[in-house]
């Protein structure tokens, strides 16, 4: 019995005396993660006690950028990819640390790691890779002999099939601008093609070009496939309608279906890339890096802290990843679990992510006006509300990036 | 000796005040003159910020939301005004059930305005909210709407909940008014055979006028800082495509941005914060004007 109270005395100090790091996120579906990983540092003989706080995504810069430089920060945060302001702006200031010294990054490929790479250092380690597209209740589809559409039309014949037999196609989060902005760009890698975009980029054509448009008008006429009211709609109402059957389809990335299974676990979800317009045409899913685990300024514990780094840049530490999250983990060799959507998912990634994009990760939305913020999230809205036309939210795309994009400057010869 | 006394009893309040209100006044009016991304170097850039404000891109942005924190101070003052008025009124005339009715109407204002974000979101819901669900069951199915993703009905939505949440405030003022008015008043105007709306129109209404004054002067301050609501119902975004964008949310956005932020800059801001002020001020002094003069009637 002694024994037991000395024992017991011994493991109290031993956890008491457990270096802490306090790391720091926008993704509150990540704190089951962290105990994992606490868990398994400690079988490799570390007693590194995770705290993991989230604040609201729209919050969480703000948040950090304020305690970092007051000092009162955590050991670590979640950081935004490079290239962007903010990432950009901290590192700059000096509030996030390179950590080439501490950390092997030889399970990382060099597209990955362009994300946390400023002026030859790397800044944090890359957590997922994000994969969006067409996500569907495989029920109704097997229900209604539905196939995965290879053109845009059929896309159309499979939301009139749907209609006709009672069920919503599509749940639309319309209240939220940047989910519609998101449902564009991912239309426009396949309907648009990433050569169209390369060639945008490089100021060959521009946002007048009747192919953009062509892909406005297309989405404005998919519109009478949206739940009724989709502009009230939220991703929250969006998540629980698609989890309990009642739309079939929804524009999303592949972060949700954690969410969904959660909600639901007896949902069977199957995801496509958008068509393009005809067979011949490959189809091609917006992928793009989601962020970055990123030693700070204000470590307080250093040693530990690089520990858990260290541990983030293993495929160990990308399994537990994926298999709380769903998400695709940034870091290779990481075992995936065995769901055949999460198989897609990675095959998607690996070998149809368009190399060309206009949203996030993309030249357009890094000045302002931005293609992101400031054209496509409210005319998206404006244009599904039928305030403005297809033409004329190309016409405001081409207004707003020829004021700085200097390709699409010459272009028009400004 | 006595200025001393004086001095010790009022300095603790004036330090806090100086610390907590003062300074941060003067921190924003500094930090207005000023490019900062709320990271390292502030840059000076004299009036630029405001110079975007009033006449850059940026003005549309501005401009959108002041008209609509007017919109909402004309709207929010005749409703809060009007159906205060009313409903204090008939607590006043002591009718059956009307010690209940005051709670149940005060009762709003004591939900804490996240769950009335919330819930008013999951009751103006489109497909399963409760506003639709009724109209339907009752007949008026082509009234149902997406009542916040509709711009044509989305910024009256919230300013309609928001009436709902302090009608009770307004109710109780009133109410407190119109029980100040003597008694003998209003019993001389039933005996020289005045009717119930004589009364409130000739007697009543001109008695409460003052309280009215006071209540217009706190509603204007309050629609040009109203923020909590705006969030809580449609999010920083504001949408749809910002039709229902106040002054408030145009600050939030720009100084901590988030997604879909179009401008972000803590000194543009601070310059936002400074026309907001600059607009409520003058108000806030004559209602201290107004206050003091009553009390000093009293």
């Known amino acids: 019995m002694r024994k037991l109270v000395v024992l017991m005395a011994i493991l109290l100090c031993v956890v008491a005396l457990a270096g802490e790091v306090n790391i720091w996120s926008w993704r509150s579906q990540d704190a089951e993660v962290w105990k994992q990983v606490e868990q398994e540092l400690r079988k490799m003989g570390k007693d590194i006690k995770i705290n993991f706080t989230a604040f609201a995504p729209t919050e969480y810069d703000a948040k950090i950028a304020v305690a970092l430089q007051t000092g009162t920060g955590p050991d670590i945060v979640y950081s935004r990819r490079l290239p962007g302001g903010r990432t950009q702006t901290m590192i700059e200031n000096g509030l996030y640390l390179p950590i080439d010294e501490y950390v092997d990054f030889s399970n990382f490929s060099e597209t990955i790691l362009k994300s946390v790479t400023f002026q030859g250092k790397r800044y944090g380690v890359p957590f997922a890779v994000q994969v969006v597209g067409i996500f569907y209740n495989k029920e109704y589809f097997d229900r209604f002999k539905l196939k995965e559409p290879e053109t845009w039309d059929e896309l159309v014949e499979i939301a009139k099939t749907l209609k006709k037999n009672g069920i919503t196609p599509f749940f639309v989060p319309g209240k939220e601008a940047w989910a519609l902005t998101m449902q564009h760009a991912m239309c426009g890698v396949s309907v648009l093609g990433p050569e169209w975009i390369k060639k945008l980029t490089d100021g060959e054509t521009d946002f007048l070009d009747p192919k953009f448009t062509d892909l406005n008008r297309r989405l404005n006429e998919l519109k009478v496939y949206y739940q009724d009211g989709f502009l009230a709609n939220s991703t929250t109402d969006m998540d629980a309608a698609f989890a309990f059957g009642q739309a079939a389809m929804v524009f999303y990335g592949i972060w949700g279906y954690q969410n969904w299974k959660n909600l639901n676990p007896d949902i069977e979800v199957g995801y496509f890339m958008v068509p393009p317009l005809t067979k011949d045409q490959k189809p091609y899913a917006y992928v793009y890096m989601d962020g970055a685990i990123t030693l700070t300024s204000n470590v307080k514990n250093l040693k530990d802290s690089i520990e858990v780094l260290k541990f983030c840049a293993t495929p160990k530490f990308g399994t537990i990843f994926a298999n709380i999250t769903y998400n695709i983990p940034a870091v290779s060799g990481a075992e995936i679990p065995k769901i055949p959507l999460l198989e897609e998912i990675v095959d998607v990634y690996l070998n149809h992510a368009s190399p060309y994009v206009y949203w996030v990760g993309s030249v357009f939305v890094t000045q302002k006006p931005s293609l992101y913020d400031d054209v496509l999230s409210p005319g998206m809205q404006e244009m599904y509300a039928g305030k403005i036309t297809p033409e004329e939210l190309s016409r405001r795309a081409q207004e707003a990036i020829s004021q700085w994009y200097e390709p699409l400057k010459k272009r028009l010869g400004k | 000796m006595k200025t001393r006394h004086v001095l010790f009893f009022v300095l603790p309040a004036l330090a806090l005040y100086s610390l907590f209100v003062v300074y941060p006044l003067l921190d924003s009016l500094t930090l207005s003159f000023y490019s900062w991304k709320g990271v390292g170097p502030k840059v000076f850039v004299g009036l630029k910020n ?246 000093r009637a009293w």
């Open chain 2, 50 to 295: 405001f110079k975007e404000m009033f006449f850059g891109s940026f003005s549309k942005e501005v401009f959108n939301a002041f008209f609509h924190n007017i919109y909402f101070f004309v709207v929010t003052s005749a409703l809060e005004l009007g159906l205060g008025f009313l409903i204090a009124f008939l607590l006043a005339s002591k009718l059956r059930g009307t010690k209940i009715f005051r709670t149940v109407v005060y009762m709003p204002n004591m939900i804490p305005l996240v769950i009335v974000g919330f819930m008013w979101n999951l009751f103006l819901n489109p497909q399963i909210g409760l506003v639709n669900n009724f109209l339907k069951l009752v007949g008026l199915k082509s009234l149902a709407r997406p009542w916040l993703g509709d711009p044509s009905t989305a910024f009256l939505s919230i300013i309609l909940v928001n009436t709902w949440r302090h009608l009770g405030f307004y109710v109780l003022v009133i109410l407190a008014a119109i029980l100040n008015i003597p008694p003998d008043l209003i019993e001389a105007a039933y005996i020289d055979g005045a009717n119930n709306r004589k009364i409130a129109s000739k007697i009543v209404f001109p008695l409460v006028l003052p309280t009215f004054r006071t209540l217009l002067i706190l509603l204007f301050i309050g629609s040009f800082n109203v923020f909590d609501m705006v969030y809580a119902m449609t999010g920083v975004q504001a949408g749809p495509f910002r039709k229902t964008d106040v002054l408030g949310t145009v600050f939030y956005r720009t100084a901590f941005g988030g997604l879909g932020s179009a401008y972000t800059d803590m000194g543009l801001g601070a310059a936002v914060t400074v026309f907001i002020f600059t607009i409520v001020m003058p108000l806030s002094i004559l209602y201290v004007f107004l206050v003091e003069r009553r009390e």
